[in-house]
């Protein structure tokens, strides 16, 4: 299973930032595609989740009305849309991926992001106030 990012970088508070995360090596409909975030010196945070089987999407409160997260099934990939960026969003962001076992897997995935299964290898994200 490979899951590689793009789309990190600099950018000033307030602007928008679009990652992207494309899986190969699973079958995207069993699985829970992710975005998890890791500061410096702080624990990892779950931060959205995404289920093609469904289309079950959730958030973390923290970027919930900010960040929207999204998909092209036919691509296995997953984008992430960042909006109205804050220097508390700077971050090293990875995508993760999990198995899919109900309906609610990817509210579980987003409170306890360690679950994850696979995982990228980071892009990173700085805000600059």
């Known amino acids: 299973v490979q899951l590689v990012e793009s789309g990190g970088g600099l950018v000033q508070t307030g602007g928008p930032l679009k990652l992207s995360c494309t899986a190969s090596?699973?079958?995207?409909?069993?699985?829970?595609i992710g975005w998890v975030r890791q500061a410096p010196g702080k624990e990892r945070e779950g931060i959205a989740s995404y289920s093609s089987n469904g289309g079950n999407i959730y958030y973390a409160e923290s970027v919930e009305g900010r960040f929207t997260i999204s998909s092209d099934d036919a691509k296995n990939t997953v984008y992430l849309q960042m909006n109205d960026l804050k220097p508390e969003d700077t971050a090293d962001y990875f995508c993760?991926?999990?198995?899919?076992?109900?309906?609610?897997?990817?509210?579980?995935?987003?409170?306890?992001?360690?679950?994850?299964?696979?995982w990228g290898q980071g892009t990173q994200v700085t805000v600059s106030s």
């Open positions: 090596g699973l079958i995207f409909d069993d699985y829970v």
């Open positions: 993760a991926a999990g198995p899919r076992y109900t309906a609610y897997s990817g509210r579980v995935y987003v409170s306890d992001p360690e679950k994850y299964t696979y």
